[in-house]
């Protein structure tokens, strides 16, 4: 059976699923998305999803095609259609087709499409091992707090990762100072046990994950610090992770070529991992 995807107003199977060659999610990356985790069939901190959609939408003078309560709606008729267990749904709004103009059209009728993907987000094995990053330049544009669908460098910084042999790539701004991963928020444990993340600004995604893994070290009296750091300060640290909504709390067990502690998942971050899962496990 096929996956069912939903188009504008439509639950379709995805051979059928099109939209147009003139939509300007297409033509200019003039869209903005969202990716919800999937845990025993419910949706992860949809919430704080719909919030952060709506800045984005805003920043943009975006409209959406329907309130937040029905994208809500929607997104979980897609995860009820599809059966999925575990996985996540992409959800993407763009400002529709319209003749290829620079200018944002008068009368857009914006499109949304999502779709359901099944994936084994607990047990997985790269939260066993940790993973290998690499530091590149952040040659993304200036406004990283909207989620824009124009991830072309996150690509391209993820394959010179690939390339080097790593998972990822952590990115670094003009002066030096670790931004994010390329999908994902970064973060480090000094030796002094102080967890360490970049504070939010337009530099950074505000990431819905690094949000809630916030809240839970405050509640479990963890110090933490939300400030820049460097590659060379994340090579001495005791422990490094990266949070998204894919990946919960995931260690970096590796940064460039300097092993992180002893280059095993940290145990402050297996903690906050466990935590942030349990917390996850109890949505209603
Ligand atoms: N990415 N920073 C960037 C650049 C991201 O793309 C993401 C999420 C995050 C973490 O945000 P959150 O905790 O809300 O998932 C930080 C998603 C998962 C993606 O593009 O697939």
């Not at 300007?24 to 998305?33: A, C, H, N, T």
């Not at 959800?91 to 103009?101: C, E, M, Y």
Request: net charge negative.
């Amino acid at each position: 059976m096929s996956r069912i995807v939903y188009v504008n107003g439509e639950y379709l199977p995805e051979e059928k699923a099109k939209i147009s060659v003139f939509d300007r999610g297409f033509l200019f990356s003039d869209g903005v998305y969202e990716v919800i985790s999937v845990l025993n069939g419910k949706l992860i901190d949809t919430r704080g999803h719909m919030l952060r959609l709506n800045r984005s939408l805003g920043e943009l003078d975006m409209a959406a095609p329907c309130s937040a309560v029905e994208i809500e709606s929607i997104v979980k008729k897609l995860v009820a259609e599809n059966s999925v267990e575990q996985g996540l749904v992409y959800l993407q709004i763009t400002r529709g087709a319209a003749d290829r103009d620079f200018f944002y059209p008068e009368n857009p009728s914006p499109t949304l499409v999502m779709f359901t993907q099944s994936k084994n987000l607990l047990d997985d094995p790269n939260a066993e091992q940790g993973i290998d990053v690499i530091t590149v330049p952040d040659l993304r544009w200036q406004r990283r707090d909207i989620k824009s669908v124009g991830l072309l460098y996150p690509c391209m910084a993820k394959m010179e990762a690939k390339m080097a042999g790593a998972k990822d790539a952590w990115m670094l701004d003009a002066d030096g100072y670790v931004t994010e991963g390329t999908s994902n928020n970064a973060w480090i444990i000094t030796q002094e046990g102080t967890i360490v993340t970049r504070q939010l600004s337009n530099d950074i995604l505000h990431g819905i994950t690094r949000k809630a893994v916030m809240a839970l070290a405050g509640e479990n009296d963890f110090s933490v610090e939300q400030r820049p750091f460097t590659p060379a300060e994340a090579y001495e640290a005791a422990e490094a992770f990266v949070t998204s909504a894919t990946t919960f709390v995931m260690p970096v067990v590796k940064i460039d070529a300097a092993a992180i502690g002893n280059g095993l998942p940290g145990e402050m971050t297996g903690k906050l991992r466990e935590i942030y899962i349990d917390m996850a496990l109890r949505t209603e």
